[in-house]
């Protein structure tokens, strides 16, 4: 019987990643990886990068933590056809095991005749054009001990960078939409349009299945903190009015089990939020600033952890 009602749980939670605008699987000048983490090789992120341009590019990454801080960068050149292998537990540098961020790869200026022992050199370090940026990407959460392989969304571009942006010095500020992603309105700006909802998956444990877990990933390129009231529903249509509040600033992994005033029996289904309709009263950074005012672009995804498949499922989010 538990069997069974796994089997209901992963069916439910497949099916409804199906209809969504997301783009992802093209090429582009750069893109996003919205979740990374490692605790060594035997748990780590890890990417793997196709270049289509006809060309030496250079690819510049960064890896920022989840309130958008610069962390660390590098780059590496990629020949025609060439296909790069990126393990964040091999590339991330000595102290960042457990810290959870995310990474913006972005192709440098280049043309016909860049080379190889040239491409990474400072003096490309400024976004090539898009039309000469055609990379693209896959990812996948590497976890040895539980011999498990859980497929990370590589959110494509273009990327929309400020002007003048310096690919070794991105900040909080440099990456102002993504192309894959789904683009969100100012709410200040009359209409805000675009103002779209979205529906997370959740499932988490009850005696029927213990050990089930979900954890919500929510990314974004503006500043996201704040609660907001959404509708939580179970898998029979029921809903709840409750608190969904966002503490990072550009990448939250939160627990929806612990969601206060959830039901204890709503340990299916879905929940419902529609970022743009105000700034959050308990918003913490300078007014007019946020994500919600000044608009950007948002991607969301559930991780459901089945103990009793022993796999871990990454769910895409919906969007209208």
């Not at 192309?179 to 997370?200: D, E």
């Not at 979900?214 to 974004?220: D, E, F, G």
């Not at 907001?228 to 029921?238: F, I, K, L, P, S």
């Not at 289904?269 to 000044?294: H, K, N, R, T």
């Amino acid at each position: 019987m538990k069997k069974f009602a796994m089997a209901a749980v992963a069916a439910a939670a497949l099916s409804a990643g199906v209809a969504q605008a997301y783009t992802v699987g093209t090429y582009s000048n750069g893109f996003v990886v919205p979740n990374v983490i490692h605790n060594g090789d035997a748990d780590t992120t890890a990417v793997g990068i196709v270049n289509q341009t006809g060309n030496v590019v250079p690819v510049f990454w960064t890896f920022f933590d989840a309130n958008s801080n610069h962390v660390t960068d590098g780059c590496f050149p990629m020949t025609n056809k060439d296909f790069e292998p990126f393990v964040w537990s091999q590339q991330s540098g000595n102290g960042l095991a457990g810290t959870r961020g995310y990474l913006v790869f972005a192709v440098g200026a280049n043309t016909s005749s860049t080379s190889a022992a040239t491409a990474c050199n400072v003096a490309n370090a400024t976004a090539g054009a898009a039309a000469n940026g055609q990379i693209g990407a896959s990812a996948f959460q590497v976890t040895t001990a539980a011999q498990d392989v859980a497929y990370v969304p590589v959110i494509d571009g273009p990327l929309n960078l400020a002007t003048g942006s310096d690919l070794t010095i991105l900040g909080p500020n440099s990456l102002l939409s993504v192309g894959g992603a789904r683009a969100v309105g100012a709410f200040a700006v009359a209409p805000a349009t675009p103002n779209p909802s979205f529906s997370m998956r959740y499932a988490i444990d009850n005696t029927a299945n213990a050990g089930l877990e979900t954890r919500i990933v929510v990314w974004s390129t503006g500043d996201q903190r704040g609660t907001h009231t959404v509708n939580m529903y179970d898998a029979a249509q029921n809903r709840k009015s409750v608190n969904f509040a966002l503490a990072e600033a550009e990448l939250a992994f939160f627990n929806p089990e612990t969601i206060p005033g959830r039901p204890a029996n709503f340990g299916d289904g879905f929940i419902e939020w529609a970022p743009m309709s105000a700034e959050p009263a308990d918003y913490p950074g300078v007014g007019g600033q946020s994500l919600f005012s000044l608009g950007g672009s948002v991607f969301t995804y559930s991780v459901i952890s089945m103990p009793a498949f022993g796999a871990v499922q990454s769910i895409l989010g919906t969007h209208n």
